[in-house]
């Protein structure tokens, strides 16, 4: 009976789940709901993610994972070991195989705490394997090849930015900049300009609905319900592209400088090779409206978003279970 695998995109705003030969078998937030009162988890991925900023004081539903790194360790292994069962499903007899994605910045603590969340989840063996290395196996850039191949994976707590030739990264940043930035950059535009509270999740949408790197000829509109912090009450306004690229400029202008920052510490021979071939994004924000025309303008390379953006960095793990023992070698640690 052979083992099972999984590979894991363990993302602070979405999990996302592989297996290898199905692909994508779960993406769901990487929420949690638990009573305060006997402390037990009442719904997970989904079903949590509903109860975000509507739940009594009894309830807390929040997100364990913090700029891509684990803030709630029991809430995060609580969390893993309901996706693994529910990825599985049925009796097992061996436990899994697991491989999780994480940012390239974090520190040896932080990975160590990954490795210890997945191996108490119901690991029989964890590996950790860097982001920016998965997600450019994801968007199938030859790795391996003796030439140079910048990505950029944007999701929603960090950004990774590297530059990867034969395997290995060759220079690289990673900035706690991503899409839940984006989101409350847009939640407090719109209280100091709008005097308008809104939630999370409203910001969220306004993000997806309409939101915009750069601005438009023919901007979107949106109607926003909010609370009217002047006199308590709900109120609806109109909000346009041009709003959301003014709210999220600031942290757009972060992801920038460490995109340069990269590109100023890759040697020569392979800065020629970043021009030629250009910059791959994925990674949930990513999807973001002209931000490939934004980051072309910004550093004169021309980038592209790669196809199933969203999804590169679980593919890319699913690609590496399958190729273990080569991976193994080169670019994974072990537990």
């Not at 390239?104 to 210890?116: F, L, M």
């Not at 990673?174 to 984006?182: A, E, P, Q, T, Y």
């Amino acid at each position: 009976m052979l083992r099972k695998k999984i590979g894991i995109d363990l993302g602070t705003t979405n999990i996302l789940v592989y297996l290898p030969k199905k692909g994508v078998v779960i993406n769901e937030p990487s929420v949690v709901a638990i009573s305060t009162t006997d402390k037990k988890i009442l719904a997970v991925g989904i079903e949590a993610k509903e109860m975000l900023g509507k739940t009594p004081d009894t309830i807390i539903a929040k997100r364990p994972l913090k700029d891509g790194v684990i803030a709630d360790y029991r809430t995060t292994e609580a969390m893993l070991r309901y996706f693994i069962n529910k990825a599985l499903g049925g009796l097992r007899i061996l436990r899994p195989e697991v491989m999780v994605a994480v940012p390239a910045g974090i520190t040896s603590t932080e990975r160590r705490a990954v490795v210890d969340a997945t191996m108490a989840a119901g690991a029989k063996a964890a590996y950790i394997i860097k982001e920016p290395i998965v997600a450019a196996i994801g968007a199938g850039i030859p790795i391996g090849s003796p030439s140079g191949n910048m990505i950029i994976d944007s999701g929603g707590g960090t950004t990774e930015v590297a530059v990867i030739s034969l395997g290995g990264i060759v220079a690289s940043a990673s900035v706690r900049i991503g899409g839940n930035k984006l989101d409350q950059a847009i939640l407090e535009y719109t209280r100091r300009n709008y005097n308008l509270a809104i939630g999370e999740r409203t910001a969220e949408d306004i993000k997806i609905n309409i939101g915009s790197a750069i601005p438009m000829k023919e901007p979107l509109t949106m109607e926003v319900r909010g609370r009217d912090m002047i006199t308590g009450l709900p109120r609806t306004i109109t909000m346009t592209t041009n709003d959301v690229v003014e709210a999220v400029k600031t942290a757009l202008e972060g992801m920038i400088e460490a995109i340069k920052e990269v590109l100023h510490n890759t040697p020569p021979e392979l800065s020629a090779d970043v021009i030629d071939k250009g910059i791959i994004m994925s990674g949930g924000t990513s999807l973001l409206r002209n931000i490939d025309q934004l980051i072309s303008k910004a550093t004169g390379v021309p980038a592209y978003v790669a196809d199933d953006a969203l999804f590169c960095v679980a593919k890319g793990t699913g690609i590496a279970l399958e190729n273990l023992e080569a991976y193994k070698r080169s670019i994974l640690s072990s537990n």
